[in-house]
């Protein structure tokens, strides 16, 4: 099942756009309280429309999950935190 986000200040709803955006998928993403509604309503009924903004998301998720230079960045913070408080 898709999540919707409503991005506001908080991180959990900023993550969620980051990753999306990533993805480029707009349509999990809504831009008031009225359109989350809406979107939500449409996933929830329409199965066909629900299937195909699943399949994007499995399509892309590589862009999120096959990314070596995000893997190397983590490494390098790690031991350079490591390096510094021992």
Do not use: W
């Amino acid at each position: 099942m898709p999540v919707l986000t409503l991005p506001g200040s908080h991180l959990f709803g900023r993550f969620t756009l980051g990753l999306y955006q990533e993805m480029q998928i707009a349509d999990a993403i809504v831009s008031d309280v009225e359109q989350y509604a809406d979107r939500a309503v449409r996933l929830a009924k329409d199965r066909e429309y629900r299937q195909s903004v699943a399949s994007l998301i499995a399509a892309r998720s590589d862009v999120l999950f096959e990314r070596r230079d995000m893997a190397d960045a983590l490494a390098a913070c790690i031991e350079s935190e490591a390096a510094r408080v021992s």
